[in-house]
């Protein structure tokens, strides 16, 4: 079994940071493509950082010189460094991980909250 477990997620206010983690434990091969994706209250969930195997990183628009997203392969981690954060980044957030056991699969974490007041 894997899991994806997230933390670092809290209240901030406005101009504020927050460091947001994820482990993945279990029987792991290789980790491919590691990200981090939000949702907010009644908008559909969308791609906030994506990074490779071989460190390169992708950026949605609105995160962009603000956040940054890392990896460690040793640890079976992902980090999303958030700056200058806005109302409009509050959602939760998840970590994806595409993950080889005996086949390629896609495994999510279980979201956690940031939420930045004004």
């Known amino acids: 079994q894997v899991q994806l477990v997230e933390s670092g997620g809290g209240l901030v206010q406005a101009g504020g940071s927050l460091r947001l983690s994820c482990a993945a434990s279990?029987?792991?091969?290789?980790?491919?493509?590691m990200g981090w994706y939000r949702q907010a209250p009644g908008k559909q969930r969308e791609l906030v950082a994506t990074i490779t195997s071989g460190d390169s990183a992708v950026y949605a628009d609105s995160v962009k010189g603000r956040f940054t997203i890392s990896r460690d392969n040793a640890k079976r981690t992902v980090d999303l460094q958030m700056n200058s954060l806005k109302p409009e980044d509050t959602a939760v957030y998840y970590c994806?991980?595409?993950?080889?056991?005996?086949?390629?699969?896609?495994?999510w974490g279980q979201g956690t909250q940031v939420t930045v007041s004004s």
């Open positions: 994806r991980m595409t993950i080889l056991m005996t086949m390629w699969y896609e495994y």
């Open positions: 279990g029987t792991i091969f290789s980790i491919n493509a």
